[in-house]
């Protein structure tokens, strides 16, 4: 159940959230930096 609601966030995120992975990640905004690292727990959580 859980593997599965985070497979359908990573689904939403890859559809609604901008894809930042070609910026430098040090000059992100502060909101920025929070959207990557949002990202990168619910990718973690769906593998």
Do not use: C, E
């Not at 497979?7 to 040090?26: F, M, S």
Request: charged letters at 25%.
């Amino acid at each position: 159940m859980r593997k599965t609601l985070f497979q359908l966030l990573a689904r939403l995120n890859k559809l609604l959230l901008p894809k930042l992975w070609h910026k430098d990640l040090t000059r992100l905004s502060k909101t920025q930096k929070a959207i990557v690292g949002y990202r990168i727990w619910v990718t973690k959580n769906a593998l």
